[in-house]
């Protein structure tokens, strides 16, 4: 996958297929560290120690095609930065992925269009799940979060096209993350 954005939504439509009604995703950059660290929680049907334990393996899936990519794709990638993805999972109690990147290493895809995949999941999927996405920075912590908008909006529809537009205009020009490259990484 060419940027993070593709991950995000891979696994927020794995988490969808779980009957999952709220995922968070969190976006955190820790200057100190050097590390960007995602985090996709869940609480859709999550999985089973055996499952669990073949998540990693390409050729491993629970969907109706002959592999499973998005998992070992995204650990190779955090791995060949310096960092590494862990999963935890039980049945009944939904799944959270932890993924971290070395922040300034070369081999750190973009963070993508994270604006559109989210307006994305929520244009298609925000009337039954819940979407919460957050940036943590040391310029301080920015958060949408769909439960809060549709108690705001009442009768209006969280996938109302004026909605989507306000949503993504505000991720676009709230959100500084998904705009910032590392000073020393050449783009």
Same mark, same amino acid.
């Not at 009604?21 to 609480?43: A, F, M, Q, S, V």
């Given at each position: 996958?060419?940027?993070?954005?593709?991950?995000?939504?891979?696994?927020?439509?794995?988490?969808?297929?779980?009957?999952?009604?709220?995922?968070?995703?969190?976006?955190?950059?820790?200057?100190?560290?050097?590390?960007?660290?995602?985090?996709?929680?869940?609480?859709?049907?999550?999985?089973?120690? *055996?499952t669990l334990a073949r998540i990693r393996d390409p050729f491993f899936t629970t969907k109706q095609k002959k592999t499973g990519l998005g998992i070992p794709l995204l650990a190779?990638?955090? *791995?060949?930065?310096? !960092?590494?993805?862990?999963?935890?999972?039980?049945?009944?109690?939904?799944?959270?992925?932890?993924?971290?990147? !070395?922040?300034?290493?070369?081999?750190?895809?973009?963070?993508?269009?994270?604006?559109?995949?989210?307006?994305?999941?929520?244009?298609?999927?925000?009337?039954?799940?819940?979407?919460?996405?957050?940036?943590?920075?040391?310029?301080?912590?920015?958060?949408?979060?769909?439960?809060?908008?549709?108690?705001?909006?009442?009768?209006?529809?969280?996938?109302?096209?004026?909605?989507?537009?306000?949503?993504?205009?505000?991720?676009?020009?709230?959100?500084?993350?998904?705009?910032?490259?590392?000073?020393?990484?050449?783009?």
């Open positions: 996958m060419e940027d993070l954005s593709l991950h995000i939504l891979d696994i927020a439509e794995n988490a969808i297929r779980a009957e999952a009604t709220r995922i968070e995703i969190i976006l955190t950059k820790d200057d100190g560290h050097d590390l960007l660290t995602l985090e996709i929680r869940d609480n859709g049907k999550g999985m089973d120690s *055996e190779q990638t955090a *791995e060949q930065t310096g !960092g590494r993805v862990e999963i935890e999972s039980a049945p009944g109690k939904g799944t959270v992925v932890t993924a971290t990147f !070395g922040w300034c290493h070369v081999d750190r895809p973009q963070l993508g269009d994270v604006a559109s995949t989210v307006v994305t999941l929520i244009a298609g999927h925000g009337a039954d799940v819940d979407i919460l996405y957050e940036e943590q920075t040391g310029s301080g912590l920015h958060r949408i979060d769909t439960a809060d908008l549709k108690r705001e909006l009442e009768s209006v529809p969280i996938t109302d096209p004026a909605v989507l537009d306000a949503v993504r205009e505000t991720l676009k020009t709230e959100f500084t993350l998904m705009n910032e490259v590392p000073s020393n990484v050449m783009r």
